[in-house]
């Protein structure tokens, strides 16, 4: 209850300070020559909503199980006046941060395992660049047009696809026991260590070259890809998986957002609000998960996806302006 | 016994950096942007002009407001705008200094394999963040 009381007050002390900013300090630049906007809206309504969005992205996000960075970019890219570019740059950072923040935790326990890691985040890094370098520089309307085939792609991943808890790796492949890809983990359910190893790693390294790809050129973050690679294709146990692909965005995704820094397309006014509306979002959401596991999210953020990833398709098909 | 499993080393270095520069860049992102907000320094686009901006392709964004790509922004830290990247490029690259962290303890332990994989991470990040990979426009 006192978190859900401090978050409530840190949103209030944000949105006042966006709403004090245009009256207290920015008298003098209003006063001046300032070039007319096209949009009658005020600037700080865009932050203040953004912050808002971000916020309830947040708990949605943790409640249904997926990334913030793949809710952010067809949401806020749909929706709000922001040119693409800048929404990609700003969900690879929202990403980025959220998998930094996780990643700590998540090693020192053991759950995320660097050993796996690393072999892959080189490869998905690497083609991260080579997605973010694509994705600046096509045109808005491509990247919409294949932004919405992705996020209906996703959708059908996340309705189809299986989960294995403790997938059956028999023997594992000469190249994973060439670079001792394997580990021990505490399960708490069952209240033993599972030893576990991995199988297929050739084809799995294989694959992430198009996740990184996917993850610079639209700045949606990849845990939707790399989970069910790493558990699915290469046999992680699942919590594992889960937890090495929240590390790894924090690897991949530093590549693919100095790709978007240094080329202009980060704006601090959407990226701060998004960042510190997601961050504090997850913290109530991690608290209201605690408490009840509501099924009915997830199928929310599933809706919530179609519709986002349809508007993107229809946006750069120029039928939804 | 459960529960009592140690990560490795190399893992525990990492997370201990990773947990340290995660939440420096935290602080310096909010500072930074109250100090934006606040108009402590005179930002190079005035806020009331923001929305003519954010709505174009970056490349138009670029040329209209002259603002030069790469690591400009360091020249340009007295406004308040350009600040905002001083937390932003920390955070982005709190990734390189925990692989450069672990790089030691990896060819210590005679793991030279991943010593060598940690080493091109580094240079493969260290290339993503110098500005030199320019994205062509549209």
Not at chain 1, 32 to 45: F, G, N
Not at chain 1, 95 to 120: Q, T
Not at chain 1, 296 to 312: N, P, Q, T
């Amino acid at each position: 209850m006192r978190l859900i009381i401090s978050v409530g007050m840190i949103l209030m002390l944000i949105s006042g300070f966006l709403l004090m900013a245009p009256g207290a300090v920015f008298a003098e630049e209003a006063a001046a020559a300032t070039v007319q906007a096209e949009s009658t809206t005020p600037w700080w309504v865009w932050p203040l909503v953004l912050f808002v969005v971000t916020f309830v992205l947040g708990i949605v996000a943790v409640l249904g199980g997926v990334g913030g960075g793949v809710l952010f970019v067809p949401i806020i890219g749909g929706f709000f006046p922001f040119h693409i570019d800048f929404v990609r740059g700003a969900g690879l950072l929202v990403a980025l941060a959220g998998a930094l923040a996780a990643g700590p935790g998540l090693l020192k326990k053991g759950m995320a395992d660097l050993r796996l890691a690393l072999p892959v985040a080189l490869i998905a890094s690497s083609c991260a660049i080579v997605g973010a370098m694509i994705g600046l520089a096509l045109p808005a309307k491509v990247v919409n047009i294949a932004l919405g085939g992705t996020i209906l792609g996703i959708v059908a991943i996340m309705l189809m696809a299986k989960k294995s808890e403790f997938p059956e790796v028999q023997k594992p492949d000469n190249l994973s026991s060439a670079l001792r890809i394997s580990g021990v983990y505490y399960e708490p359910s069952l209240g033993e260590n599972i030893n576990w190893q991995i199988h297929r790693t050739p084809q799995g390294l294989a694959t992430f070259i198009v996740i990184g790809v996917m993850a610079g050129m639209f700045g949606l973050g990849a845990g939707w890809a790399n989970v069910p690679v790493l558990n699915l294709m290469m046999g992680a146990p699942l919590k594992v998986s889960v937890a090495t692909s929240k590390f790894l965005l924090s690897i991949t995704d530093t590549s693919a957002a100095w790709i978007y820094v240094n080329n202009g397309a980060v704006l601090p006014m959407m990226v701060v609000p998004s960042i510190i509306g997601i961050m504090l979002g997850s913290i109530v959401g991690v608290r209201i998960l605690a408490k009840t596991k509501p099924a009915a999210i997830r199928y929310m953020v599933i809706g919530l996806l179609l519709f986002a990833g349809l508007r993107a398709l229809l946006k750069g098909l120029g039928i939804w302006n | 016994m459960g529960g009592k499993l140690k990560a490795t080393e190399e893992q525990l270095a990492y997370a201990k950096l990773l947990d340290v520069g995660m939440k420096v860049g935290l602080i310096m992102l909010v500072i930074t942007f109250v100090i934006y907000l606040l108009g402590a320094l005179t930002p190079h686009i005035p806020v009331n002009d923001l929305p003519k901006y954010w709505s174009m392709p970056v490349n138009e964004y670029l040329k209209a407001t002259d603002i030069h790509t790469g690591w400009s922004w360091l020249y340009q830290l007295g406004k308040g705008d350009f600040l905002n990247f001083v937390g932003i490029a920390f955070l982005s690259g709190v990734t390189i200094l925990c692989y450069m962290r672990i790089i030691p303890i990896l060819f210590r332990k005679k793991d030279t394999v991943y010593g060598i994989l940690a080493v091109i991470e580094v240079l493969v990040l260290v290339l993503a963040a110098s500005g030199i990979l320019k994205a062509g426009g549209h």
